[in-house]
């Protein structure tokens, strides 16, 4: 509580400007001579701290400390009174059960100038505290101890502020534990990195084995053409190459894919269309359909936005002279990185899985999984683990683990790279990220108990094993601390005896030096100038986490939406071919339209910019940055997402 007077004397004493609520001086060498003095009116005006409002019907306390006496009153319009109080020290309480109880020292005076009544020259707004804001002021009872009534204020809401208190820890727990688990993967790759690179393994070209390819496809006009011709080109013996464009397409894409297949195979490659009239079991079920007529050893998968290099099986294959090895997985790389900051932000996010995930995780022995394409599986090894499986959407991370846990193991290549295309709309992004969060919630559920109890697999590799299948349910934790976030502000304002608990969350700030150390690992725009890369670094680590955290409410439905085993279809992520802004003319797969989802993503881009304007105003700084984050994040999301609607129709 504030308090502050300004107090004139009738016979022109100077004024006293004090701290806190109702301050005068008074001369403790000639009280005895000034008690029977008593001032006619002791005046003040309360306002409420947060809304500065006047307050009525609150109770105050004055208590004369030269008599004993005790003055009580209740404000009126925001105006309180107290009459006849003795001349001398005096302490006012303020004891409504609505706010915060405070004790101050209230007025001394100089009786040498025989001063015999006080007032104040004009209302002052003192302002006071709510013990309880208004959204826990409920849950008063009565009770009986020792046959006496009492009142335990606000006992049910204390208690939902506990559970509230509960709920935030966890969440705040996952997301370290995700943290600490992402720096320990930091660790291992800089371990990795100042090892030395062993060499590619000895690959006679005369004795290659027979490699088939596989270009799974679904309504893809604008890039199949390219990624039939990408493929026709790589440098392998032809004698020893098998192309399978595995077509499910609905659209003319069919017809081009048709057409570019006969231009290729009329060049002596071996190349075959095999077009389904249905969409069973989608990717994983045309990759399965397509095995009886494999007649490679070895099965490279592309998706169809990727842009191999030509000496991709010859970088690639060599690995495979190690009869254990079940995967070569290599890291993607981006051809339309510069497009714009939304392409920006997922390539510096892309990286650090495919360098700090995928490199830490492999430098270590760990499972990693292979990404669905820019791969190599050996067929003996898909057709050992049991094969595609369509029960989930994410059908190459339900292999790789089902695979490794036969004791197979997986290769990954940081330096063999094969660029692909990033999604260039928000409803694109939306679209990919919503198939990786639920198929991995789906893969959860489905290997949670296998990998546990599997015979023959590592602790450690149960520990990282579960962390990894449990990844996208970090953004169900940001959510929901995203939202608790606003209780958590009031019951800061409410509860004194818990905000032990509110400041013992600010430990986990720790979380995000851990992830900023696990991107820095990742960032691959180093110029070799460490002041000038840290701070692009900064920069671009503030605008990831800004945007990943608003992605967390459609992210978030998705997992849901996978733990609960609602099935859907898959939707696959909108390709474009497109580099350059003025390249691009539209694209009829990418659907846009308005949803509950978006409505809510721009009311959030409201409700926190509000909640961190209104605490930035109070001098309430501890969420403030949070806060503005996700103003941000979600403000982006839900005005690009406005946009493309409006440009789309």
């Known amino acids: 509580m504030f308090l502050e007077i300004n107090l004139l004397h009738k016979f022109n004493m100077r004024k006293l400007l004090l701290f806190s609520l109702l301050i005068i001086a008074f001369n403790q060498d000639t009280l005895a001579s000034t008690m029977r003095l008593r001032s006619k009116l002791i005046k003040g005006y309360l306002v409420d701290f947060k809304t500065r409002r006047d307050v009525d019907e609150v109770s105050l306390l004055l208590v004369s400390k030269a008599t004993g006496e005790r003055f009580k009153t209740e404000t009126r319009d925001g105006v309180f009174t107290f009459n006849n109080v003795p001349i001398g020290e005096s302490i006012l309480i303020l004891t409504d059960k609505d706010y915060r109880k405070d004790t101050l020292k209230v007025f001394e ?63 705040l727990f996952m997301i370290f534990y995700y943290s600490v688990i992402q720096l320990l993967l930091a660790l291992a790759y800089r371990k990795s990195k100042r090892s030395p690179k062993l060499p590619m393994p000895a690959f006679d070209l005369e004795q290659a084995p027979k490699v088939t390819i596989q270009l799974p496809m679904y309504n893809e006009m604008y890039v199949a053409e390219r990624i039939i011709e990408t493929t026709a080109r790589l440098a392998y013996p032809k004698d020893k190459l098998q192309i399978q464009v595995l077509d499910d397409s609905t659209d003319e894409t069919k017809d081009i894919i048709a057409k570019k297949v006969a231009e290729i195979a009329a060049t002596g490659v071996n190349i075959q269309h095999i077009h389904r009239v249905d969409r069973t079991g989608y990717k994983a079920g045309a990759l399965d359909d397509a095995m009886d007529r494999v007649t490679g050893d070895f099965i490279a998968i592309f998706d169809a936005d990727f842009v191999p290099d030509e000496n991709f099986l010859l970088r690639t294959v060599p690995y495979f002279n190690n009869e254990k090895v079940g995967v070569v997985q290599t890291r993607w790389g981006h051809l339309n990185k510069s497009y714009s900051l939304l392409t920006e932000l997922q390539a510096f996010g892309l990286n650090g899985h495919f360098a700090i995930e995928q490199q830490g995780r492999n430098s270590t022995g760990h499972f990693i999984n292979f990404n669905g394409t820019a791969g190599i599986w050996r067929k003996k090894c898909i057709e050992d683990a049991g094969g595609w499986e369509h029960d989930t959407i994410t059908e190459d991370l339900d292999l790789s683990y089902r695979a490794q846990m036969r004791g197979w193991k997986f290769t990954y290549l940081e330096d063999v790279e094969s660029p692909a295309e990033l999604p260039i709309t928000m409803s694109a992004l939306k679209s990919q990220q919503h198939r990786w969060m639920k198929g991995g919630a789906e893969c959860f559920i489905k290997m949670r108990g296998k990998l546990l109890t599997h015979p023959g697999v590592r602790f450690s590799d149960r520990v990282h094993g579960m962390a990894h299948l449990f990844n996208s349910s970090v953004f169900v934790f940001i959510l929901i601390l995203s939202i608790l976030s606003l209780f958590i502000l009031h019951i800061k304002d409410s509860f004194s005896d818990l ?65 609960l085993r609602i099935k859907s279809s898959f939707v696959r992520t909108p390709k474009f071919n497109v580099a350059q802004k003025d390249d691009f003319t539209g694209n009829k797969y990418d659907k846009k339209s308005l949803s509950i989802l978006n409505i809510a993503e721009g009311s959030f881009m409201l409700i926190f910019g509000f909640t961190a304007l209104n605490r930035l105003a109070f001098g309430d700084f501890g969420m403030v940055p949070f806060h503005l984050m996700l103003a941000f994040g979600y403000g982006i999301i839900f005005f690009n997402t406005v946009k493309e609607v409006r440009t789309g129709r």
């Open 109 to 171: 005076t100089n009786a040498k100038e025989h001063l015999e009544h006080y007032t104040f020259s004009k209302k002052q707004p003192f302002a006071a505290r709510l013990k309880v804001t208004w959204l826990f002021n409920w849950g008063d009872r009565t009770t009986v101890v020792n046959g006496k009534k009492v009142v335990q204020e606000h006992y049910w809401s204390h208690m939902m502020a506990r559970v509230i208190l509960v709920i935030y820890g966890l969440c």
């Open 499 to 563: 905000n032990y608990f509110v400041q013992f969350g600010a430990f986990f700030i720790s979380s995000t030096v851990f992830l900023a150390f696990y991107y820095w690992n990742s960032y691959r725009d180093k110029t070799g100038r460490f002041w000038n890369d840290l701070f692009k670094f900064i920069k671009r680590f503030v605008q990831f986490l800004t945007v990943s955290m608003a992605l967390s409410m459609s992210n978030a439905v998705a997992v849901i939406e996978g733990y």
